[in-house]
């Protein structure tokens, strides 16, 4: 690997950067938008809500205005592409949401993939006219590309969340209804490992739980209404009293019998 090993092409305000090294010393906040494609790095990437540890190759989209920096794990130099950006460029091509966020991809599409290979050879080559001419014109391919692949994962899991605003409804209304994983996601019309990771990454606890509370709290307003808690477990969802009687306990710190009634912790 030739470690001093640099070229840069400019074409239509789009820069374009490969090189072998990875400046580390600085922490970043850019004004343009940044697509960075690193091959067999060894990196940790910082940002404002994440740190991610990197092995291989990556493909990061970073828009303007967030905060990050790259920490190198025992590796002087791997070789990158970067391609930065003005923000309004996006206005002329097809790529929607892509750069609406920070996104770290290691599972690279192959078409992305060969995209970002050419580009590695194009800056290979001459640093002329021609080369920064191919270079654009394979950006914009690549743009266009990225909208497909990621601009539909997003459309798709902006309907996932609405989906899930309907099932949340279904749970809350219908306590004593079957609300297994297995259930929802049936009626959610999706598989249940979908529902299981919607679930985790909107409501940030699991399906399991998130329907523990919601039936626990039904109980707890049903008690405060005046209902016997030993007449209203199977409203909530439970097939014996023994089974909600431990649940409450374990959710509200006391037992059922003692709701609404002036707790002593002598």
Known sequence: MNIDFETKLTYNEISF?????????????????????????????????????????????????TYHYFLNQNQDVFP????????????RT????????????????????????????????????KQAFYAYSTFLMLL???????????????????????LLKYVSDNPSADLSVAALAKKMHASASTVTHLFKKTMGISVHRYVTQRRLIYGQNLILAGNKPSKIYTDCGYRDYSSFYKAYLLFFG?????????????
């Open 17 to 65: 950067h490969r090189s072998n090294s990875l400046s580390i010393a600085e922490r970043e906040i850019h004004t343009y938008h940044e697509i960075l494609f690193c091959m067999d790095a060894n990196a940790v990437l910082f940002t404002e809500k994440q740190q991610k540890k990197i092995q291989g190759d990556a493909l990061f989209l970073i828009p303007k205005g």
């Open 80 to 91: 990158r592409l970067k391609i930065y950006f003005p923000a309004y460029v996006l206005d």
């Open 144 to 166: 266009s590309q990225l909208d497909q692949s990621l601009g539909k994962e997003h459309r798709q899991e902006t309907v996932a969340v609405n989906e899930l605003d309907d």
């Open 254 to 266: 006391y037992p059922p019998s003692l709701e609404g009634k002036e707790i002593s912790n002598a």
């Open 94 to 129: 097809p790529c929607g949401q892509v750069l609406s966020d920070i996104r770290i991809i290691e599972s690279i599409d192959g078409n992305i993939l060969f995209l970002l290979k050419t580009l590695c050879r194009i800056m290979e080559g001459e640093n002329n006219d």
